[in-house]
């Protein structure tokens, strides 16, 4: 929704300084994230931690020009031209501006607490629910105070279902969440001792969560969990409920569960008919989950059976018990994401499970989020490993080591985590399964790395938070009725068609492009659902189309006649297609003078219909042919009015690239194609896009050979000195193109670059590391963030882009999130 400054003003109760009718799509608070958008109004927060008002400034000259501060902000003469409202408490401000932002909505709204499960809830949910409607879900964690309102303020018109998180740490938060959230339907997932620090006891933290769901219709939880079953029919006797567990008067009940080869298999009873399933997970906490997820679908889609929800489509959250194939016959199951007890009994829950392996051991950090004196906590500890048959412990960090003694089964302990790394090889892992269970600050990810076996020693790491950064950058450039779409061809740009889109499916884009139908056929075969332009369509084998749903661009005659004579005693309905207008690009499209044919045509083909009508900016990111480009995207304006005229039905346009995106607001029509700008490359210098993808290999052989000897093939890498190479395994056919040869490409070892030295093969590449200390098995750095292999070459940009590009499929792709 839109806002104009005078109303939030009204809203907040405040008082602003500036121009009234000022629009505001976008509200931002991190000022680390903001791109300028001359729609965002900034909220100069102010923690324990930081003062948004110290970021005035320098947003300011990014081109911000709007922002809330506390009123005793007094700067107003520096900023000339900006806005700013001036309120008591700009936290608070936030928080009141999103409940006003809630009030205007009604839909299904959902808020789900509890002190495991909420994020994992929210995103199965997002996944399941996502079939049959629009669905708004918090980011990742936004389950704060300053989260929770972020996440409300998403709420557009075209969302039907939200999603939220609530979480706490003290007494009194709950109700400012209850208020902003304001849901129709809650979620009591379990309770445990996380953030118990700032509670007396448990049922005080109980009494605080219940707070959420005041002004609910419905609360959702499991009956098998009396204390939160107690709670909730104590507080709210005469609220509805809908429960799920093993006890008979649970609306779904749990009657069987069985776990074999790494699925469960269990039924349920649901309005006195059975149900059966299977999951791809093997713990409680997994289940605990799908039960909660399941009876919330069947709470809003009341029309719905159990088996109407394809189970098989929830996959693990990151950071959430990864399970990773070790060295030397090894499981590792991977929580490095929080340290509590709750979260260890779980954890442990999905250790045992892991049958494979007779020997079990718990790699644990200091335990931080529990407020329970050390001493008991550590002994609590310590007869929990007793009960889960755990047959030894490595504690690290400071406070655990302390407590040693407690353990009375085979054990060690370090001060930190390096000190683990360095006696790793004296700790003999083999045949066991290994759970890493560590804080973040422990950064257990380089025990995982250690641990784990490297069967792919040149891999692409695809870094999720720049992905969604970049993301976020450009949505913030959009108006809120402007949809997306996202190129994903040629393998996402390097990147991974299916795990890309998989993400992109939660994120709420609207389209996906993909070259060719194949690529169409394998995302829809993978489970996405979300609509699919091709755009270089073989229409041979129509009835792929039809069957995978998928969307032709039409840019001749040729093809819209074959399509049609194709399609029209296929299909009742009439079928989707997407005209491509050429307006200068002069490579696929409908010139002007063929128009007034092709509508003709188009009016005559009562079997097909026009989704939308686009075209391809030349140059839209250099200002050398803005004049070029506005020419372009006048013609199709006019063009598009004429298909308006001709038509008789409405039809959505775009025009603008990445490119455009960033440099032509005006021209966003309908909805515009995101593609290389997603992953890392801007037309604009001083923005901050972040390049998301890392490629590294390794040393799998060094050589010493005497000066005047040459490497390679051709005879072509000379040494002038007694040198030392290093051989890596990649090559051309991996995608590391052979113009990087001989000195041209460098790269980066232990922080230090170093020549390609020689061709680069098919499968190998050589380097010179005569200058640097590196041995067999370093890590060897082809492409980051920060450089590419051409780090001396004047357009860096197109460097990049060209190697990340051209990564053949079979290089592993591995998806990250910092």
């Keep these: ?112 607490t509890g002190s495991n499960g909420k994020t994992i809830v929210k995103e199965w949910f997002t996944i399941l629910a996502s079939k049959y409607k629009k669905v708004l879900q918090s980011p990742k964690s936004y389950n704060s105070q300053i989260g929770v309102p972020l996440s409300v303020l998403e709420l557009k018109e075209n969302h039907e279902i939200a999603i939220f998180e609530a979480g706490i740490s003290k007494i009194g938060e709950m109700s400012k969440l209850a208020t902003i959230i304001s849901p129709k339907i809650g979620i009591f997932t379990n309770i445990g001792d996380a953030h118990q620090e700032n509670f007396p006891d448990i049922q005080t933290k109980v009494n605080e969560k219940l707070e959420l769901f005041k002004n609910c219709e419905i609360i959702i939880y499991s009956s098998d969990k009396e204390e939160i079953s107690n709670s909730i029919k104590s507080t ?3 609220k509805k409920t809908f429960t799920w ?44 989950n799908t039960l909660t997820v399941l009876s919330t679908l069947l709470v809003v889609f009341p029309d719905k059976k159990p088996d109407d929800f394809d189970l098989h489509e929830l996959h693990s959250v990151e950071m959430r018990l990864q399970q990773i194939e070790g060295k030397n016959n090894c499981t590792i ?23 494979q392996h007779t020997k079990k051991t718990l790699i644990l950090s200091d335990i931080f989020e529990v407020g329970t004196e050390e001493k008991t906590l550590y002994k609590t500890v310590a007869n929990l490993l007793i009960n889960s048959n755990i047959s030894r412990i490595i504690g690290v960090g400071e406070t655990i080591s302390k407590f040693a003694d407690f353990f009375n089964i085979e054990k060690y302990f370090f001060e930190d985590t390096q000190e683990f790394i360095s006696n790793l090889n004296s700790l003999g892992f083999k045949n066991e399964a290994i759970l890493l269970k560590g804080a973040r600050k422990y950064r257990f990810e380089l025990i995982s790395n250690e641990l784990q076996l490297k069967s792919h020693r040149t891999v692409l790491e695809i870094n999720l938070s ?66 699919i332009l091709i755009l270089n369509p073989d229409i041979e084998n129509i009835d792929l189309f039809i069957n995978y749903t998928l969307e032709p661009e039409i840019y001749s005659f040729r093809i819209l006649d074959d399509f049609y004579k194709a399609v029209k005693n296929r299909v009742h309905n009439p079928y989707p297609i997407h005209i491509k207008l050429n307006t200068g690009m002069n490579r696929l499209g409908f010139s002007k003078d063929e128009i007034p044919d092709l509508l003709e045509k188009l009016k005559s083909y009562d079997r097909i219909f026009v989704k939308s009508v686009f075209s391809h900016l030349v140059a839209s990111g250099d200002e050398n042919f803005d004049s070029f480009t506005k020419k372009q995207i006048l013609d199709f304006k006019q063009i598009t009015l004429e298909f308006e005229e001709n038509l008789g039905y409405r039809f959505m346009r775009h025009i603008l690239n990445s490119g455009g995106i ?36 390794q040393i799998i052989q060094k050589i010493k050979v005497k000066a005047g000897e040459t490497i390679g093939y051709n005879r072509a890498g000379k040494v002038e000195r007694d040198s030392v190479i290093a051989t890596l395994p990649i090559g051309y056919a991996d995608g590391l193109r052979r113009k990087f040869s001989n000195g041209v490409g460098k790269v980066k070892i232990k922080g230090k670059f170093v020549p390609i030295i020689g061709n680069i093969c098919m499968d190998l590449t050589m380097i010179d590391i005569t200058d640097i200390e590196a041995e067999e098995g370093d890590e060897v750095i082809i492409f980051d963030e920060d450089y590419s292999v051409a780090e001396l070459a004047e357009q860096l940009e197109t460097i990049a882009y060209e190697v990340l590009t051209s990564i053949s499929p079979r290089v592993k792709r591995v998806y990250v999130w910092e």
Excluded: W
């Design 245 to 288: 567990g093993k006890n008979k008067n649970s609306d779904l009940q749990l009657v069987s569960i069985s776990q074999r080869k790494g699925f469960t298999y269990f039924e349920l009873i649901f309005k006195k008919n059975i149900y059966s399933f299977s999951l791809k997970f093997i713990d409680n906490a997994s289940l605990e």
């Design 333 to 355: 199951i991977n929580d490095s994401y929080n340290c509590d007890l709750a979260s260890l009994r779980i954890a442990l829950d999905v250790l045992n499970a892991q049958n």
């Design 1 to 112: 929704m839109t806002y104009t400054l005078q109303q939030i003003e009204k809203i907040l109760n405040a008082c602003l300084k500036g121009n009234e009718g000022e629009k505001i799509n976008y509200v931002v608070f991190d000022s680390r994230m903001i791109l300028p958008s001359l729609n965002s109004l900034f909220f100069a927060l102010k923690t324990k931690q930081n003062d948004g008002h110290n970021y005035i400034a320098d947003l300011y000259s990014k081109g911000l020009r709007n922002f809330v501060v506390n009123n005793d902000f007094s700067e107003f003469n520096s900023f000339q031209d900006a806005n700013f409202i001036c309120v008591e408490n700009t936290t608070k401000a936030l928080q009141n501006f999103a409940a006003h932002h809630r009030k205007q909505f009604d839909i299904p709204v959902v808020a789900v």
């Design 466 to 531: 720049s992905f969604e950064h970049n993301l976020q950058y450009f949505k913030s450039l959009l108006l809120p009725k402007t949809k997306l779409m996202i190129m994903v061809k040629a393998f996402s740009y390097g990147s991974g068609s299916f795990e890309i889109a998989n993400y992109l499916k939660l994120k709420n884009v609207d389209y996906l492009a993909v070259a060719i139908a194949d690529e169409g056929i394998e995302l829809r075969k993978a489970g996405i659902k979300t609509p």
């Design 662 to 697: 960033e440099r032509f607001p005006d021209a966003q029509f309908d909805m515009v194609r995101l593609g290389i700008g997603l992953y890392g490359i801007s037309s604009k210098s001083d923005v901050l896009v972040k390049n998301i993808s890392r490629l590294k290999t």
């Design 236 to 238: 709210y006797p005469n």
